[in-house]
């Protein structure tokens, strides 16, 4: 058995991405923003991680987020407490590298102030750190993209799914649905729910994730029409298989390679919608610090730079990286990659190209006839 064959297609598709050098490095810059995002609170944040008061320990962070899930209460010495003043009379105590908020406001001398040691990426003209509201925003902007992408992609692939199985009148009815989906104006529906309702993220999250599965529920209704015609599932469906077995066990595995590269395009178009609401001021919550938000304040105040320089830096980067993982991500799920592997590994060219009719008067010498087919006997 040849090596391409015997390597799981797990494998083969992530030793092509790694070959892929613009898809792993935007890979792993998708993963350092999750992580940046996951550990936001413990990089910035106005909290102490270890603060030593009056004989009593505390660790005002992970209180923080216990009272936030509501399984606790604040001590009565930190109770409302401003800790900058506190930890001036505390014993001892350790901050996170930005000690401050991004919802924190402090007027004074440090408004719409430049980048220093104190602020590193600046401040904007409430004296709130930028480099806070960016570590913020990101988990804001990466929980929209994937929430957004996963109910885009739970439509699309239940309603793209039974169109290209069934056919007939429920690919019709489904079609259709998709052709007026696709006439809605998706920033008309998003003025107008933002007018209708209280401002929250995630509202912005279930118009954008109701809006944007029909992409990917055409990629799936073409590639079950394609999946189904097999002989594997015609025979799952001979030996008695269900049609939700079949669908699940047998079309829909086969079925998702197109899906994964839209849904890595669609986190980008999220967050990039995300970002554009924001900087409209449409159904983001007053005080609430986004990418979006911050380009906003640079739009009123043009002389400080570092409010638009460092959010745009920002979108330009999760973007491009997410547009680029998912181009990697399409070149390593295409099958001329494995014939390209065969040719590297077994140093022979593998020639997928039509044979030439031959030419008349030609005969065949029986070792060249079964050489073309092994298995004839």
């Not at 505390?58 to 009272?67: A, T």
């Not at 990629?219 to 939700?244: I, Q």
């Not at 460092?310 to 980067?317: S, V, Y």
Request: glycine share 10%; charged share 15%; hydrophobic share 45%.
């Amino acid at each position: 058995m040849s090596t391409a064959r015997s390597e799981r297609y797990s494998a083969r598709v992530w030793r092509e991405f790694r070959a892929i050098p613009r898809a792993f490095v935007s890979l792993c810059i998708v993963a350092t923003l999750a992580v940046l995002a996951l550990l936001a609170d413990f990089i910035a944040s106005d909290k102490p991680y270890y603060l030593e008061l009056d004989g009593e320990t505390y660790s005002p962070v992970l209180i923080d987020y216990g009272v936030a899930l509501g399984i606790r209460s604040w001590p009565e010495p930190l109770r409302n407490a401003d800790f900058a003043r506190l930890s001036e009379r505390a014993e001892r105590s350790y901050w996170p590298p930005i000690p401050h908020s991004p919802e924190r406001v402090r007027l004074g001398s440090n408004v719409s102030s430049p980048p220093s040691s104190a602020h590193w990426l600046g401040t904007d003209p409430l004296g709130r750190d930028v480099a806070a509201g960016l570590l913020h925003g990101t988990r804001v902007s990466l929980t929209i993209g994937i929430v957004v992408v996963l109910i885009q992609a739970f439509i699309g692939i239940v309603l793209g799914g039974l169109a290209g199985y069934y056919g007939g009148w429920v690919d019709i009815s489904i079609s259709r649905a998709i052709e007026i989906m696709l006439g809605i104006p998706s920033l008309f529906l998003l003025i107008t729910v933002a007018a209708l309702f209280p401002p929250s993220i995630y509202n912005i999250m279930i118009v954008l994730g109701l809006l944007g599965w029909t992409g990917i529920a055409r990629y799936v209704r073409s590639e079950f029409l394609r999946v189904r015609a097999m002989d594997f599932v015609e025979a799952a469906r001979s030996l008695g298989g269900s049609d939700l077995r079949v669908m699940l066990r047998h079309v829909l595995p086969n079925s998702l390679a197109p899906v994964l590269v839209s849904m890595s395009f669609g986190v980008a178009s999220a967050i990039l919608a995300e970002s554009g609401l924001s900087f409209l001021g449409i159904g983001i919550p007053p005080g609430q610090v986004t990418w979006g938000s911050i380009l906003a304040i640079a739009r009123d105040n043009p002389f400080s730079w570092w409010l638009a320089v460092f959010p745009g830096a920002a979108i330009f980067l999760t973007v491009t990286a997410y547009n680029l993982m998912g181009d990697g991500l399409r070149d390593a799920l295409d099958p001329r990659a494995q014939t390209a592997y065969v040719q590297a590994t077994s140093g022979r060219r593998v020639d997928v190209s039509p044979a030439a009719p031959p030419s008349p008067g030609h005969r065949a010498s029986p070792q060249s006839s079964a050489a073309r087919a092994p298995g004839v006997g």
